[in-house]
């Protein structure tokens, strides 16, 4: 009998920091600029993108120094994968910490990097470095993600 993966078999807190950092499925998502309704707190994302996410490989530019070289960054831990509503239904910090496991098209599932891509799950090719955007004009970016159709 084999043994289950980690993902199955540990609790966000019991990982250690190479798996916790291989749960990442590169989507992208969580680097879209956010904007937060101030009546409601419902968050919206918008096609703006972090300036230093690389829009195409989905991935931090600087990921050691983000939080010191953006200052609103968000550094994510096992609790805040539970607090933080805002992240995606795909995300899969959140799927594990709601005990729904990782998707199909996640790479320690697929075996393959490029599955959360062809599955239209993550930004490439949907966002625009916020560097490239007016300020006024981030509202007018507001937009919804695809869910899977095969999620689970």
């Known amino acids: 009998m084999s043994k289950p993966p980690f993902w199955e078999s540990l609790t966000l807190e019991e990982m250690d920091q190479q798996q916790w950092e291989s749960l990442c499925d590169g989507c992208g998502r969580c680097c879209a600029v956010k904007l937060q309704d101030n009546e409601t707190g419902t968050v ?33 831990d096992p609790q805040a ?11 899969a910090y959140r799927r594990i910490a709601e005990g729904r496991g990782l998707a199909w098209w996640h790479p320690l599932v697929s075996g393959d990097a490029e599955t959360v891509h062809a599955a239209g799950i993550s930004v490439r090719g949907q966002l625009i470095s916020e560097q490239y955007v007016h300020i006024e004009e981030i509202p007018m970016l507001v937009r919804t993600w695809k869910e899977s159709s095969r999620d689970d």
Do not use: G, I, M, Q
């Open 44 to 76: 919206h994302y918008t096609s703006a993108a972090c300036r230093l996410l690389d829009t195409e490989s989905c991935r931090c530019t600087d990921y050691t120094n983000r939080k010191r070289r953006v200052a609103d960054c968000l550094v994510l």
């Open 81 to 91: 994968a539970l607090e933080f509503d805002w992240l995606p239904h795909t995300c």
